[in-house]
């Protein structure tokens, strides 16, 4: 089936929507006609080169829409159900997914060797994350399109596929934060966003929030966020120690910088665990004094929250319809798929949130 889609060439050229065929589902796939999809940093990453990728590549992973056709042996989903797009690979039969933990999978296929899409010319094309959401109509395997209520608006549901999931999975799931605690965010883009509201939901009673964009601050002030450190005018790790009497229980670092990741290190107390969620250069390595680790400090990885996405995507729906998470306040802009250029541009200034595409002409 034929469909307009997302496409990126490699060589640092400009993204360019084509017409591309997109594959009809076989044995355990969905193809899904994709109603909203946000653009997402991992996506700039790619055009950027610090997530090699190979190309031709279907961009967007950040999805939701509608399921337009099932495969032979599809059973969670049937055509006509509101789904959002899950970017885990995982096979969900083994040890790993049984005992709730998919991220830890090593049975699903690479996503970097799948090639649903056809462009002009015969070209395959690959798909991006388990999704490629920046297309009118894509194709994923079955445990990508998770079913949610019909209720939610689809370009809501569409953040709940990578933002929400990373930034809520990553207090809740992997780091586990207690009620009553302190925690401090190191960057609150539309991850730390979401690790602030996710603080929100697990009861911290001090949410310190710190950026050097006043706009994200005053953002995150929102979202629920007790105090606010702009670190362009201050020392943000003697903010926090000062804050917090010493040092938080729990940092999150969302920005992918690996002297970020020192400083939020460094602001925890003794007994504290420091949470990587952000994505530096792959290849990357950074160094610390092993000694400050004795007072039983600890240093925890998050792979997309440590999601459990057949549970967690509609507990996380079902928060946002009962008025308990933030997703509106989340969108910045809207843009159809042509303005693919000015959306990654308005992402690379820090003008967003989150920038979500609109096709509804998929339906």
């Given at each position: 089936?034929?469909?307009?889609g997302?496409v ?11 017409e591309v065929e997109?594959?009809?589902?076989g044995?355990g796939e969905v193809?899904?006609a994709?109603?909203a999809a ?6 700039q990453?790619?055009?950027?080169g610090t997530?090699?990728y ?12 509608i ?10 989903v ?5 789904v959002i797009?899950?970017t ?9 997914c ?5 991220t830890?999978c ?6 970097k060797d799948?090639t649903p899409?056809?462009?002009?010319g015969g070209t395959?094309?690959f798909?991006f994350?388990?999704a490629?959401a920046?297309a009118?109509r ?5 445990q990508s399109?998770i079913?949610?209520?019909r209720r ?12 929400i ?5 990553a207090v809740?799931n992997?780091?586990?934060?207690e009620?009553g605690?302190?925690?401090a ?10 690790c ?18 006043p706009?994200k601050l005053?953002?995150?002030k929102r979202f629920?966020a ?6 362009s005018?201050?020392d943000a790790?003697?903010a926090v120690?000062d804050?917090t009497?010493?040092?938080a229980e729990?940092?999150?670092e ?5 002297a970020v990741i ?6 925890l107390?003794?007994?504290g665990?420091?949470?990587?969620v952000g ?12 000694h400050?680790l004795y007072?039983?400090?600890g240093?925890l990885g998050?792979?997309y929250g440590a999601?459990r996405p057949r549970r ?19 969108i910045t802009s809207?843009?159809?798929l ?5 959306a990654l541009?308005?992402?690379?200034q820090g003008h967003?949130?989150?920038g ?8």
């Open positions: 089936m034929k469909t307009r997302a990126y060439f490699g060589g640092g050229k400009p993204v360019s929507i084509e997109v594959r009809d589902p044995a193809r899904v994709i109603h946000g653009l997402c940093h991992s996506d990453s790619v055009i950027d997530i090699p190979p190309v031709p590549v279907v961009l967007g992973h950040e999805g939701a829409g399921v337009e056709a099932i495969g032979p042996g599809v059973t969670s049937r055509e006509g159900d509101h797009l899950s885990l690979a995982h096979c969900g039969r083994c040890r790993a049984e005992g709730g933990k998919p830890a090593k049975n699903a296929p690479n996503p799948t899409f056809t462009l002009g395959s094309a798909q994350a388990n490629s920046f009118e894509t194709l994923v395997k079955e399109a079913a949610v209520d939610l608006p689809f370009d809501r549901a569409a953040l709940i596929g990578c933002g999931m990373t930034g809520v999975g809740l992997r780091a586990q934060v009620a605690s302190s925690m965010v190191f960057g609150v883009g539309g991850i730390g966003l979401n602030v509201q996710g603080g929100v939901l697990a009861g911290a009673s001090q949410i310190i929030a710190i950026d050097v964009n706009q005053e953002l995150a629920g007790t105090h606010l450190v702009d670190a005018k201050e790790l003697a120690r804050l009497g010493g040092g729990y940092t999150f969302c920005v992918g910088n690996l020192q400083q939020a290190l460094d602001a107390a003794a007994g665990t420091l949470t990587v994505v530096p250069k792959i290849g990357s390595k950074y160094e610390f004094v092993v400050t007072n039983n400090k240093i998050c792979r999601a967690d995507f509609p507990m996380l729906a079902d928060l946002y319809l009962s008025g308990r998470l933030k997703i509106d306040e989340l809207h843009y159809a042509d303005d693919f250029g000015r541009h308005d992402l690379e967003l949130a989150r979500v595409f609109r096709m509804d002409s998929a339906a």
